[in-house]
C-alpha cells in the first residue's frame, strides 16, 4: 500500500508505468465512448505528463498546477456502475496525487505517506 497515491505507485518507475497503462485504458474507454469530453481531456493531460517525464524529467511546479484530472474523474464517475470508469477513475485519482506532491521514491513507497505530506 502507497499511501495516497494507492497500490500501484511506490516509485517514479511505478509513476512511469502506471502513466502508461492509464493512457492505454483511457484510450480503450474512450474506443466505446468516444463524446466523453472528460476522457478527452484525461487523454490530453496524461499525455502531457508523458511529455513532461520523458527521460526521468520532472514537471516544473506550474505545470503540475495544471493537472486536474483526478478531482474531475472523481466528481464526474462518483456514482458510476460502469466497472471500467471506476477504475480508471481511482487509477487516474492516484496519478494527479503522486503528480501533485511530486515525491521521492522512499515517500512514495512509504504506507504512511499522507501523515506528513
Do not use: C
Not at 8 to 17: E, G, P, V
Not at 62 to 85: A, F, V
Amino acid at each position: 500500500m502507497a499511501g495516497v497515491f494507492g497500490d500501484r505507485i511506490n516509485s517514479r518507475a511505478d509513476f512511469q508505468r502506471e502513466l502508461g497503462d492509464a493512457k492505454a485504458l483511457t484510450e480503450q474507454v474512450l474506443q466505446r465512448l468516444p463524446h466523453e469530453r472528460l476522457l478527452q481531456s484525461v487523454l490530453r493531460q496524461l499525455e502531457a505528463l508523458q511529455t513532461w517525464t520523458i527521460n526521468n524529467q520532472a514537471p516544473t511546479p506550474e505545470d503540475r498546477k495544471r493537472i486536474t484530472m483526478g478531482i474531475q474523474m472523481y466528481r464526474e464517475y462518483e456514482t458510476t456502475d460502469d466497472d471500467e470508469l471506476y477504475a480508471l477513475r481511482r487509477r487516474i485519482g492516484s496519478l494527479n496525487n503522486y503528480v501533485k506532491y511530486w515525491p521521492q521514491d522512499d515517500v512514495a513507497a512509504d504506507p504512511n505517506n499522507l501523515a506528513y505530506l
